[in-house]
């Protein structure tokens, strides 16, 4: 398996609250990525980054927020947590190096917003 | 923009049957596609990718996948179901760099064995 661990794994918060999800890797990739996945919906892209301090957003990005401030860890932050964030979040990692790499995925956090 | 369209979301085989899933693609460049598997309560595990290498792409657990480039499709097989084949199977294009690399999603297809 590749070595990315995701934190923590299951999360109830409740609404309005602020909740940050880490996603933490040991391969050295340079990509990583947040997704979301609901049912119908197959993953969404939330935000990924291309490096550190690199990070832009993506299909799904409002109210959310990321940070990577060292090539191991990219943090999902859920500013202000809302029911439509209940959802199992992905993170998922890939090597810049060879263009036909694939990427890996993390074992995902459930997260209920009550 | 880039898509993928799963067709079916739910699919029903006998063991021993042919497992036949569907995936329709659009994409302004040529494709990376893959076939990631998820079995429940797991991350999404890669079944097997198209790079251009060759069309009939073969990957774990006796699947294969044909790209078919005039259809703009990327059907995913295999000739005999197994009981452990159940689980849910997404199809996936990658853009390219420009685009940041992004994988996009279909929106699955969940296969459930009968035996």
């Known amino acids: 398996d590749a070595g990315i661990t995701q934190s923590p794994r299951h999360k109830v918060t409740e609404t309005g609250t602020p909740v940050t999800l880490r996603c933490h890797q040991t391969?050295?990739?340079?990509?990583m990525y947040w997704y979301r996945q609901d049912p119908g919906h197959g993953l969404r892209l939330i935000h990924y980054s291309y490096g550190v301090k690199d990070t832009d957003k993506g299909e799904v990005s409002d109210g959310y927020s990321v940070s990577r401030s060292k090539t191991e860890d990219f943090l999902l932050t859920l500013e202000s947590a809302t029911s439509s964030q209940t959802s199992v979040y992905f993170c998922?990692?890939?090597?810049?190096?060879?263009?036909?790499?694939?990427?890996?995925f993390g074992q995902g956090t459930r997260l209920t917003v009550v | 923009a880039q898509s993928v369209t799963q067709l079916g979301s739910h699919v029903s085989v006998s063991e021993g049957a042919l497992v036949l899933l569907r995936c329709n693609y659009s994409s302004s460049v040529p494709p990376y596609l893959f076939w990631y598997v998820q079995y429940p309560n797991q991350g999404l595990q890669l079944l097997l990718k198209y790079t251009s290498a060759a069309t009939l792409v073969k990957g774990i657990n006796g699947f294969e996948a044909e790209f078919k480039k005039s259809e703009t499709s990327f059907h995913l097989t295999k000739p005999s179901a197994h009981m452990s084949d159940a689980a849910e199977y997404f199809c996936a294009v990658r853009s390219s760099k420009a685009a940041g690399n992004k994988l996009t999603f279909g929106g699955g297809t969940r296969v459930l064995v009968k035996p």
């Open positions: 998922a990692i890939r090597d810049r190096e060879n263009r036909n790499t694939e990427a890996f």
């Open positions: 391969e050295n990739h340079r990509y």
